[in-house]
């Protein structure tokens, strides 16, 4: 698979992924979503979209060959363990405290997630931040992605986290039951 069919599929899935997180925002379909999904389909979804992340980051780095900045660091370092944690949650017996420390732990590696790649794509698009924050050989105006013309590697990267926390919000509706 070549670098641009790699970018597209990737950029296919992080709409995707905007799209389900748009409609998760919803309450009715929130509702009706976290009605119809066991817990642990739940956290298999919170488990795969981590998962399908961290191995994209991995192939941008790894097979591609793209350094990753400082901001992209940190948003590894929340990410893998989501995709460990919540791969473990989902193949254990999901009594009511497991379900709602599993949903604690996605959601207090999430939010800061989240809020990083956010920050790191505002300054990617709006304040093109250079070598003071991002630099590990890295300045954050270097664009390794952008995918249909607007989705980059940190839009991808926020697009996961924000999956991940629509889904433990559900996660949540169902623990509260």
Same mark, same amino acid.
């Given at each position: 698979?070549? $670098? %641009? ?15 389900? +997180? ?22 298999? =979804?919170?488990?795969? &979209? ?18 990753? *900045? ?24 999901? +009594? ?36 003071? %924050? *991002? ?19 940190? =839009? ?5 986290? *924000? $999956?991940?926390? &629509? $889904? =433990? ?9």
């Amino acid at each position: 698979m070549g $670098l %641009v069919v790699y970018n597209h599929v990737f950029g296919a899935l992080a709409l995707a992924a905007w799209l389900f +997180t748009a409609a998760g925002l919803v309450p009715g379909v929130r509702r009706i979503v976290a009605g119809a999904v066991s817990p642990r389909g739940l956290t298999t =979804a919170i488990a795969v &979209v981590a998962t399908v992340a961290t191995l994209g980051s991995l192939g941008y780095s790894e097979v591609w060959g793209f350094e990753p *900045c400082r901001l992209c660091w940190y948003q590894r370092i929340a990410m893998y363990p989501i995709a460990v944690s919540a791969l473990a949650a989902a193949a254990a017996p999901l +009594t009511g405290t497991a379900v709602r420390t599993a949903r604690r732990m996605v959601l207090s590696l999430a939010i800061p997630g989240a809020l990083i790649a956010a920050w790191h794509w505002i300054g990617v698009q709006v304040l093109l931040l250079g070598e003071g %924050v *991002c630099t590990l050989g890295v300045p954050c105006s270097a664009r390794y992605v952008e995918v249909f013309g607007f989705l980059t590697i940190p =839009a991808m990267a926020l697009a996961g986290f *924000c $999956l991940i926390t &629509v $889904l =433990a919000g559900m996660l949540t509706e169902r623990t509260n039951e």
